[in-house]
């Protein structure tokens, strides 16, 4: 059994699984979860509610793989994935939402990234501390 087990700033437990099968429940087991390959379950505990989903796209694993692929991706959520794989705060101009990037991010050092995302969308990039904005 192999998997990955990871806890957000906002403290939501998340768990992916890449082999075999987990059992995934709060500290009282009210709520309780079995998840196989391909699996993702999110547990808030503020509410002990755990919700589970299949993995969309191998960003889950981008921590251990070192890639980040993005296809047909709408900017905020690819913004979402950078944002964690980082740990830094990206956001663009609403009317970037929706904008669509395809790429693929092997490896990069945060630097690097940052201009691999301007060069293939042509967008600026203001930094401030941890905060990165993105504008046309």
Not at 82 to 94: G, I, K, N, R
Not at 96 to 123: C, H, P, Q, W
Request: proline fraction near 1%; include cysteine; hydrophobic fraction near 35%.
């Amino acid at each position: 059994t192999a998997f990955n087990l990871k806890v957000s700033a906002n403290e939501h437990v998340t768990i992916t699984v890449t082999e075999g099968k987990v059992k995934f429940s709060d500290l009282n087991e009210s709520e309780k979860e079995f998840l196989t390959v391909g699996e993702q379950a999110k547990l808030k505990p503020a509410t002990s509610m755990i919700t589970k989903e299949k993995v969309k796209g191998s960003n889950a694993l981008a921590w251990k793989t070192g890639l980040i692929v993005f296809t047909d991706e709408k900017m905020e959520n690819a913004l979402r994935v950078l944002s964690e794989y980082y740990d830094v705060q990206f956001s663009c101009e609403e009317s970037l939402n929706d904008y669509s990037i395809t790429a693929t991010i092997d490896r990069k050092s945060l630097g690097d990234m940052v201009e691999v995302v301007k060069n293939i969308t042509g967008f600026n990039i203001a930094i401030e501390d941890k905060r990165y904005h993105i504008t046309r």
